[in-house]
């Protein structure tokens, strides 16, 4: 039972982190809550099928399927966020406005929940595949069935408390810098998506430069640990990183830098709202 | 099969976007996962190259084989066999474990 609960648990944090920013991402937003529940159905179902397919992905792309999987689902919600930060760029600004006038729950916006509703749908599917798969495990050498149902339930309460706790933790930033500080975490979000993508495609096969350690800090902060585990979601935090994943987080703060300068509102506009 | 080719296609698009693999011939290992635990328990992998381990499941339930140090999480279903590329190790100790067993499937490499 309690293996169940901290598998699961473990698994749930993960996503649980990544939702708890994007429900404060889109603070004032009418629908929202719909999205993210849109995103989760989707991704948990998805998470069925990988489970369901896992020995053919595990065996396509010459053993390979799997890790190009993974790197294909990050680079996925990578994208994703760029796109996320790229609009908000363009229309934070408006909105912080409006909120600061109306309150926020008259701010409608038009915003685009798609990108953010992939990113949860994909964060789900990418956790939540291990956990059927773990709890497919434990059902199949036979450990009783209502123990694995009470793991798992507690690991799944905890983990949504936990989510619970990073949105409530969000939401006491004042609404003036809300979006400031959302942007900046879904950058590193981002950032260290794209290190852990970079390492699957290593691991794949299909990347071998590059792949150097460049530090240990697993005696200081141990990546396994709940801290590290935390970081390592937030901010891409890895005890042992290649030269390859410090370019590849670099280059998304970059690209992420970049494209809200790009596109910010020109002057004009900004002085008439 | 070809729905999951499609499935996997946008990781064409990354690698297309990375660097075009070089594939030097790795050296290869075997391990066997059996009731929850590793066989053998210890690898020596000669350190500074490219190894593949393939790792044999014959437990019907499905395995995570997980290694921070060595930078691998990969789920290998019951009954069945997968490949884990790892290195260019520094010499040293790597532990690894089966994180759906973790009490009893741990094992270490060491690169020398």
Redesign the interface.
């Given at each position: 039972m309690l293996?169940a609960l901290i598998?699961v648990f473990r698994e749930v944090i993960e996503a649980g982190l990544i939702i708890g920013i994007v429900l404060a991402a889109t603070r004032g937003v009418r629908e929202r809550g719909a999205w993210v529940g849109l995103g989760v159905g989707i991704g948990t179902l998805g998470a069925g099928v990988v489970a369901l397919?896992?020995?053919?992905?595990?065996?396509?792309?010459?053993?390979?399927?799997?890790?190009?999987?993974n790197?294909?689902v990050l680079?996925?919600a990578v994208v994703m966020l760029m796109w996320h930060n790229a609009w908000m760029a363009r229309h934070g600004r408006e909105m912080t406005a409006e909120m600061a006038a109306v309150g926020e729950a008259v701010t409608t916006g038009k915003r685009p929940m798609t990108a953010l509703a992939v990113v949860v749908g994909l964060a789900v599917l990418r956790e939540g595949s291990?956990v059927v798969?773990?709890l497919?495990?434990?059902v199949?050498?036979g450990t009783s069935a209502s123990a694995l149902l009470i793991g798992g339930t507690l690991g799944l309460a905890v983990g949504a408390a936990f989510t619970a706790l990073t949105y409530y933790g969000l939401l006491a930033i004042p609404a003036r810098y809300i979006f400031a500080v959302t942007t900046v975490l879904i950058a590193l979000l981002a950032a260290g998506m794209a290190a852990q993508?970079?390492?699957f495609?290593?691991?794949?096969?299909?990347?071998?430069?590059l792949?150097?350690?460049l530090w240990d800090t697993?005696g200081v902060l141990?990546?396994?640990g709940i801290v590290g585990r935390m970081l390592h979601t937030l901010v891409g935090y890895t005890?042992?990183p290649?030269e390859l994943q410090l370019i590849a987080y670099l280059a998304t703060l970059a690209v992420m830098a970049a494209l809200t300068r790009v596109a910010a509102p020109p002057r004009s506009a900004r002085a008439a709202a | 099969m070809r729905g999951l080719a499609l499935a996997l296609a946008p990781a064409f698009v990354l690698a297309a976007l990375g660097l075009p693999s070089m594939t030097a011939a790795a050296q290869e290992f075997n391990l066997v996962i059996r009731n929850h635990k590793f066989e053998p328990e210890e690898i020596r992998v000669p350190a500074g190259k490219r190894v593949s381990i393939y790792v044999s499941n014959e437990d019907a339930s499905p395995e995570e084989f997980d290694s921070s140090a060595l930078k691998v999480e990969k789920v290998i279903p019951g009954k069945s066999k997968g490949l884990v590329r790892i290195g260019p190790l520094a010499p040293g100790r790597y532990e690894f474990i089966g994180e759906f067993h973790a009490d009893t499937a741990k094992g270490v490499v060491i690169a020398e």
């Open positions: 293996g598998i397919f896992a020995e053919a992905i595990s065996s396509a792309f010459e053993g390979a399927g799997q890790e190009l999987l790197a294909s680079g996925a291990e798969l773990f497919y495990g434990i199949a050498t993508a970079v390492q495609l290593d691991a794949a096969g299909w990347i071998n430069v792949g150097q350690r697993s141990p990546q396994d005890d042992r290649t | -």
